[in-house]
């Protein structure tokens, strides 16, 4: 009788765990938010770390397969170079640059980007 209580409890306590984790999980998830996604734009030459402007007309949905086609569509696109910086803090942080803009090129390679460091919305 005490065992049967007592797994009871256990799959409770696990069942209530799990909740808790997914609610910070989605609680976190709605506070980045406004940190945008970053993407790596790679050429024969050289590679850039890029934002996709969150209010221009006519961006790209900020996915790589969606960004690539939009560049072989249009032949050149707008985007927000990003940077390591050192925040004021004295910390690392990706932070927009200048806004460029990247014409279509055949060897030209977009890759999602993740930085170990914490990001600057685009102003």
């Given at each position: 009788?005490?065992?049967t209580?007592?797994?009871?409890?256990?799959a409770a306590?696990?069942?209530a765990?799990?909740?808790?984790a997914?609610?910070?999980?989605?609680?976190?998830a709605?506070?980045?938010?406004?940190?945008?996604?970053?993407f790596?734009i790679?050429?024969v030459k050289?590679?850039?770390?890029?934002a996709?402007p969150?209010?221009?007309?006519?961006?790209?949905?900020p996915?790589a397969?969606?960004i690539?086609?939009?560049?072989?569509a249009?032949?050149?696109?707008t985007?927000w170079?990003y940077?390591?910086?050192?925040?004021?803090?004295?910390a690392?942080?990706?932070?927009?640059?200048?806004?460029i803009?990247?014409l279509?090129h055949?060897?030209?390679?977009?890759?999602?980007?993740?930085?170990a460091v914490?990001?600057?919305?685009?102003?």
């Amino acid at each position: 009788m005490k065992t049967t209580s007592l797994r009871r409890f256990g799959a409770a306590a696990t069942l209530a765990a799990v909740s808790l984790a997914t609610v910070f999980a989605s609680v976190t998830a709605m506070a980045d938010t406004t940190k945008p996604l970053l993407f790596k734009i790679v050429t024969v030459k050289d590679d850039v770390i890029v934002a996709v402007p969150p209010d221009e007309a006519g961006a790209p949905r900020p996915e790589a397969a969606a960004i690539g086609q939009a560049l072989a569509a249009k032949g050149a696109l707008t985007f927000w170079q990003y940077a390591t910086r050192k925040a004021a803090d004295g910390a690392l942080e990706m932070a927009p640059r200048a806004k460029i803009s990247v014409l279509a090129h055949d060897s030209l390679r977009v890759e999602p980007y993740t930085p170990a460091v914490r990001v600057v919305p685009v102003p």
